[in-house]
């Protein structure tokens, strides 16, 4: 799966027929910025509004799935999504000049032929991906409808369909990998029942409805008259029906075409959760109605996990059987600090851009005596102190002569204290770089723990500069 975010090389422009209005639809595809999304722009309508590609912008799945915002609706949308996640498309943006997308031949290829000509650009953005950890189950007991999605480092589909149809019958579809969409997937047709389509034609509901851009199953027994009067319909010279059941006798690209069809309004369906997912996504007998409610049962659970990451304290794991990285011993030959004012006791962690240390605080430490005689407490500014010598470990410790060099408050901010820290405590410290090094300034985030509650945290500033050597 990509690592990078993408869209397209270059824009290009797509013509077809409204499957519903059957009027002429263009639509231009124009590359997007990172983190833009999917977004259609209907440029037809005044100040040309835009709908972002949103399960909660649903409004309609009778006939497809039909998006509206800002005033503007577009529909059938599920087979040009279908083509931009197949592809691994992230950023895309979309002006139409019709209320409905093109039918082209009821498949996504055409949309996949285009962009794979046009060619895909790498962006710098990592992609962002939303990986399942637990079953998200989706069921609609009065349409027989279940959908999971499971935890799987990659995305997988599969989707099983049975309309108790002579004709049809039980079928199913799968893909291993999103990057088998566009061999297996992409071409594979639209299809309903004649008496679906006798419905729609009807209530002239599909006057761009044609037999190429669609597989008519015939479930029943039907007299030259009824083929005649459809042949009418669709201005055919003719029609008619063979052994396998297909109006017109349209030859199935696959034999198992209406089940990977499935998969493929699936795809595009579940493009509307707005974030690509890594998970096993299983479906009995989904549908554009099903395939909306599963994707917003995701996207909740995508929120959800997002509002508590964003309050959740990443603690700082201390095993002390662990050999540390740092013993005192060492820490004594990169800092300047010496016994009663060096306050860290060994480093367990070391990085780049972080150091975790550990504090011991015993209760025969000098400053107990009077801080304070009845009620041991240790000083707020002492943990302050050991947080910036932890991090002078991490600026120090890259140097050759260490002891050349000293370190230098400039400024603290946003510095709070929460819990009191007494004797017999275990003060972990974390100082992580939020800004790069320039001119020997560096600028840190402070957090202290003791298990896992936050003690002590704040934003330091501090100057190290090489001592000047005395004549």
Not at 251 to 277: Q, S, V, W, Y
Request: proline share 5%.
């Amino acid at each position: 799966m990509e690592k990078f975010q993408t869209t397209i090389n270059k824009q290009f422009t797509i013509k077809g027929t409204g499957l519903h209005t059957g009027n002429e639809v263009s639509i231009t595809f124009l590359p997007a910025p990172e983190n833009h999304g999917y977004v259609f722009q209907r440029i037809d309508l005044p100040g040309k509004p835009t709908i972002k590609a949103d399960c909660d912008l649903v409004v309609d799945t009778s006939r497809g799935t039909t998006l509206e915002q800002n005033g503007a609706r577009v529909s059938t949308v599920e087979h040009v999504l279908a083509a931009l996640a197949g592809l691994e498309i992230d950023n895309i943006l979309m002006q139409i000049n019709a209320p409905e997308m093109p039918i082209m031949d009821g498949s996504s290829i055409e949309f996949v032929k285009k962009i794979n000509e046009v060619g895909i650009e790498i962006q710098k953005a990592e992609r962002e991906y939303f990986e399942i950890k637990e079953n998200i189950v989706y069921r609609d007991n009065n349409n027989h409808v279940e959908m999971i999605a499971m935890p799987l480092n990659d995305y997988r589909l599969t989707v099983m369909v049975d309309y108790n149809s002579p004709v049809l019958g039980s079928q199913h579809a799968s893909i291993s990998n999103i990057n088998e969409f566009a061999d297996q997937i992409a071409s594979c047709r639209t299809f309903c029942f004649l008496h679906e389509l006798e419905m729609l034609l009807k209530n002239n509901l599909i006057k761009g409805g044609d037999l190429n851009n669609a597989i008519v199953i015939v479930d029943r027994v039907i007299d030259d008259s009824e083929l005649e009067h459809l042949a009418k319909l669709f201005n055919k010279p003719k029609v008619e029906v063979k052994k396998e059941g297909i109006l017109n006798n349209v030859k199935l690209r696959f034999i198992n075409e209406p089940a990977r069809h499935k998969l493929l309004d699936m795809i595009g369906d579940l493009a509307l959760i707005g974030t690509p997912i890594k998970a096993q996504i299983m479906a009995a007998r989904p549908g554009h109605e099903a395939n909306v409610e599963f994707a917003k049962k995701i996207k909740q659970q995508i929120e959800k996990t997002k509002k508590e990451n964003k309050f959740k304290i990443d603690v700082p794991v201390y095993d002390p059987s662990k050999p540390p990285i740092y013993t005192s011993k060492d820490i004594e030959r990169i800092l300047p600090h010496k016994w009663p004012f060096l306050l860290v006791d060994k480093i367990i962690k070391l990085n780049e851009n972080e150091v975790v240390a550990i504090k011991n605080i015993s209760a025969d430490q000098y400053f107990f005596q009077g801080h304070f005689p009845t009620e041991a407490v240790f000083p707020g500014v002492l943990q302050i102190e050991a947080l910036a010598q932890a991090g002078g470990v991490l600026i120090l410790n890259k140097e050759p002569d260490p002891e050349n060099f000293g370190t230098y408050f400039v400024k603290i901010d946003y510095a709070k204290f929460k819990e009191k820290v007494v004797p017999g405590d275990t003060l972990i410290l974390k100082m992580e770089l939020i800004a790069p090094i320039r001119r020997g300034m560096c600028q840190m985030k402070g957090t202290a723990f003791v298990g896992n509650k936050i003690v002590c945290e704040a934003e330091m500033m501090a100057q190290v500069a090489r001592k000047k050597t005395e004549i």
